[in-house]
């Protein structure tokens, strides 16, 4: 089932001074079982629309449905719930999302409310934390004291643990060394070919984009500019450099050698692919 999206709006402290309209009336369809990237720049409104998926923010106007859910303005917290348990959300800022004493409590936290017991909860806190890259000597540690990248890894651990159908991810590689990003997006690839989780990634990196998503949205000013599948976003650079966006490394590579006079088709986009055809067309000098 895809996610679909009407007419969404969200004004913040709406009817006051502070009245803010984040999202101005978002119409999406997003693909299930694929990698979606969100961008856009900061502060047009990826956060405010991602955190409508699990209702953590309900529309000011407008509705979604996901995963048969159908989310409303003035949702029950009885429906919301149950939309959690299928909907799992990373946030943005991992500390927003720890808050118990230790780390083993925190993971734990989200099967025990579901209905786990205490020895099925352990049993899952057990298995998960390898997942991240973490090792059982973090249990008993207050996720206070950890590093941002741990964090991000424990906030992660938190969501995975519930193993939702949809994962949505608000920038969960901020933090993380290049090691460490390359293994949580590898994960969460694995997660979406393996087990067929519909992936959601909020990111500002487009080598991530073009790596491991099928499907790219670009938000601006609380607005979609701009939906396409992955191969046909990245066809057309001078629109992605137009709006701000910086190209990944092989795409500058690609416009610099048509600018030095290669002939090289739209569709390659890879470094093989680059490398094969640019052979034919370099003269060796002895
Ligand atoms: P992004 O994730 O793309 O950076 P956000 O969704 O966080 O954007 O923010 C969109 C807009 O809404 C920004 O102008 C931001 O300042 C504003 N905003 C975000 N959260 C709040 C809030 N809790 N109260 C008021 N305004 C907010
Ligand atoms: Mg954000």
Request: proline share 5%; net charge negative.
């Amino acid at each position: 089932m895809s996610i679909e999206i009407h007419d969404l709006e969200h004004t913040y402290n709406a009817g006051s001074a502070f009245s803010h309209a984040a999202l101005k009336g978002v119409n999406l369809s997003i693909p299930e079982e694929k990698i979606t990237a969100i961008i856009g720049q900061t502060g047009s409104g990826k956060s405010t629309l991602v955190q409508h998926l699990n209702g953590l923010l309900l529309p000011t106007a407008g509705s979604l449905e996901v995963c048969g859910f159908h989310i409303q303005p003035l949702l029950k917290i009885k429906d919301i719930k149950k939309l959690r348990k299928e909907v799992g959300l990373v946030f943005q800022f991992p500390e927003y999302q720890l808050f118990e004493e230790t780390i083993e409590k925190d993971i734990a936290f989200g099967p025990k409310n579901f209905g786990a017991t205490e020895e099925q909860a352990s049993d899952l806190v057990h298995k998960i934390l390898p997942i991240v890259g973490l090792d059982e000597s973090y249990l008993d540690r207050s996720p206070f004291e950890l590093s941002g990248g741990q964090k991000r890894r424990i906030a992660i651990a938190g969501i995975l643990v519930l193993n939702p159908k949809v994962l949505v991810l608000d920038e969960p590689t901020a933090g993380l060394d290049p090691q460490g990003a390359k293994e949580m997006m590898t994960l969460f690839m694995n997660l979406n070919r393996k087990e067929n989780k519909t992936v959601l990634l909020v990111t500002h990196d487009m080598e991530h984009v073009m790596r491991y998503c099928d499907h790219v949205i670009v938000m601006d000013q609380g607005n979609v500019l701009h939906e396409a599948d992955v191969n046909d976003f990245f066809q057309n650079p001078d629109w992605l450099i137009q709006v701000g966006i910086n190209p990944p490394s092989i795409i500058r590579l690609k416009l610099k050698l048509i600018e030095n006079g290669f002939q090289i088709p739209d569709s390659i986009l890879d470094e093989e692919s680059l490398l094969k055809c640019i052979k034919g067309q370099v003269k060796i000098c002895e």
